[in-house]
C-alpha cells in the first residue's frame, strides 16, 4: 500500500499530469514561449506607436533585472515554505532581518560577507517562525504577522544601539540611526564582446530586432554576482524539489501530513528545514538590496517581501512561475527609477489590448460580465491614454503594487496551492 502511494504522489507532484483539478490544461514549455514571443511583439509595436523607447531599453532592462532579484528571492523563499505547509507572511521581517545583518557585517568585511549574514540573519528568522508554527502550532497568519512586527523592532533598536551610538566606530565611519556605514562595492561582470555587439544593434532602433537586443543587452551587462547566485537558487530549488525524494519528502508533507508520517517521514524535520530555508532565502534578498546601495538604510525592503509573496501564489507555487512573476514586478518597479511617467502612459494602451484579449476569450467561455467589465475597463484605460500625455508620478511609484492586485485578480480562476498549506498539524494525529 505504501508502494502505490508513494508512486500516485510522485505522479502527481512531479506534474507530469497534463490537466489540473479542474480538468484545465496546464502550460507547456512551448506555449510558454509563444506566449513569450507574443509579449515581445507587443512590447516591440507599442515602443513604435507610443515612441516609448525605454520600454524595451537596455537600461530598463537591467534595472529590472536588478529589482526583480530580492522579489524573486523572496518569493522562491514563500515556496518553499509553503510546498512544506507552512504559510509565510513573514518574508518581509525576514528581509529586514537580511537587510540588517548585511549592513552590520557589510561594512567591516565586505559585500560577499554581508551576503552570508543576510542569509543567516533570515535563517534566524525563519527558524523563530518555524518555532512558533510546527512546534507550539500558533496560526500561520498571526506569527507571520508577529515576525515582520518584531523584525522591524529589532532592527530599528539594534541600528540606534550599534550603528548611532555616540563615539562608536560605525558612527566615526558614517553609520547613524538610521543606516549603516558604507561597504565596499561588489563587482559587476559583462559578457565579453556580447554586450557591445547588442548594444551596438539595439542602438539602430529596428523593429523587434533592436527591442530583443535591448532585452538581451540589460541581461548580461553589469550583471551583479549575487544575480547569478540567484538564477542558480531558482535552478536548484526545481530540481531539489521535484527531481529528488527529499523534495517529494518536503512536498508531500504540504500535501498531506498524516499520510506522509504513515510513511515514514518526520514532518516536523521537513517543515523546519524549509521554513529555515525560507528565511535564508529572504534573508539573501534584503542582503542583495542593502549590497546595492552599499549600506543598510531604515524601511530598505519597501513592501518587497509582500510582493514576493504575491510572485509565489502568480507563480502557482512553481519557481518558474515565481521567477516570471519576478521579472514582471521588477520591471514594473525599474519604472519608478527612470522617471516612467511616460512610460506607464504607454503601459495603458498594452493593458487595454491585453483586456479586450481577455474580454474575447472570457465571452467565448461564455462568461459574459467578466466579459464586459473587462471591455469597460479597456475602453476606459484608452480614454485616459488618447487625453493625456503622461501619468501622474504617484501613479508610476504606486504601479508595482497595482499591477500585484491587478495579476493577482486575473490569474486567481487556476491557482492550486499545496493542499494543506496553513493546517495545524500535531504529530501523530493520523494515528
Avoid at 235 to 251: E, K, M
Avoid at 360 to 385: E, H, T
Wanted: charged share 10%; with cysteine; glycine share 14%.
Amino acid at each position: 500500500m505504501s508502494t502505490t502511494f508513494t508512486s500516485a504522489l510522485a505522479e502527481r507532484l512531479s506534474g507530469k499530469n497534463k490537466k489540473d483539478d479542474k480538468g484545465r490544461r496546464k502550460l507547456s514549455y512551448p506555449v510558454v514561449l509563444l506566449i513569450l514571443a507574443g509579449g515581445l511583439l507587443l512590447l516591440s509595436a507599442l515602443r513604435v506607436i507610443t515612441g516609448a523607447g525605454d520600454l524595451t531599453s537596455s537600461g530598463q532592462w537591467s534595472g529590472a533585472l536588478g529589482a526583480a532579484v530580492p522579489i524573486g528571492l523572496a518569493g522562491l523563499g514563500g515556496l518553499w515554505a509553503e510546498r512544506s505547509g507552512v504559510v509565510n507572511i513573514g518574508l518581509e521581517g525576514m528581509m529586514m532581518l537580511g537587510t540588517f545583518s548585511a549592513g552590520w557585517v557589510g561594512w567591516q568585511h565586505g559585500p560577499w560577507a554581508a551576503a552570508a549574514a543576510g542569509i543567516v540573519g533570515g535563517a534566524l528568522g525563519g527558524l523563530l517562525h518555524a518555532i512558533a508554527t510546527v512546534t507550539f502550532n500558533v496560526d500561520h497568519i498571526i506569527s507571520g504577522v508577529a515576525m515582520n512586527i518584531l523584525a522591524l523592532g529589532v532592527t530599528q533598536y539594534l541600528a540606534k544601539l550599534w550603528f548611532g551610538a555616540p563615539g562608536s566606530a560605525a558612527q566615526q565611519a558614517g553609520g547613524n540611526d538610521k543606516q549603516s556605514p558604507v561597504m565596499e562595492n561588489m563587482p559587476n561582470f559583462s559578457v565579453p564582446g556580447l554586450s557591445d555587439w547588442l548594444h551596438s544593434i539595439e542602438k539602430h532602433h529596428w523593429f523587434l530586432v533592436s527591442d530583443l537586443a535591448g532585452m538581451l543587452d540589460g541581461l548580461v551587462s553589469d550583471v551583479s554576482w549575487l544575480t547569478i547566485v540567484a538564477v542558480l537558487l531558482f535552478v536548484g530549488t526545481f530540481f531539489v524539489l521535484w527531481r529528488t525524494s527529499f523534495g517529494l519528502r518536503l512536498r508531500s508533507c504540504g500535501e498531506s501530513p498524516v499520510a506522509a508520517e504513515s510513511l515514514g517521514v518526520n514532518v516536523y524535520t521537513y517543515k523546519y528545514a524549509a521554513v529555515i530555508v525560507s528565511g535564508a532565502l529572504a534573508g539573501l534578498g534584503g542582503a542583495f538590496l542593502a549590497i546595492g546601495t552599499h549600506m543598510y538604510s531604515d524601511g530598505q525592503t519597501g513592501g518587497r517581501g509582500y510582493i514576493g509573496l504575491a510572485t509565489m501564489i502568480f507563480g502557482n507555487w512553481r519557481p518558474g512561475g515565481v521567477a516570471m512573476g519576478a521579472g514582471l514586478f521588477g520591471f514594473m518597479d525599474s519604472l519608478q527609477l527612470r522617471s516612467g511617467g511616460p512610460t506607464v502612459h504607454a503601459l495603458l494602451l498594452l493593458v487595454a489590448v491585453l483586456l479586450v484579449g481577455l474580454a474575447l476569450w472570457r465571452f467565448k467561455g461564455g462568461k459574459v460580465k467578466v466579459a464586459v467589465a473587462s471591455a469597460v475597463v479597456a475602453v476606459l484605460l484608452i480614454g485616459w491614454y488618447a487625453g493625456t500625455k503622461t501619468v501622474p508620478l504617484e501613479f508610476v511609484d504606486a504601479t508595482p503594487y497595482v499591477a500585484t492586485l491587478l495579476v493577482l485578480s486575473l490569474s486567481a480562476t487556476r491557482l492550486r496551492m499545496p493542499k494543506a498549506d496553513g493546517k495545524p498539524y500535531r504529530k501523530g494525529q493520523g494515528k
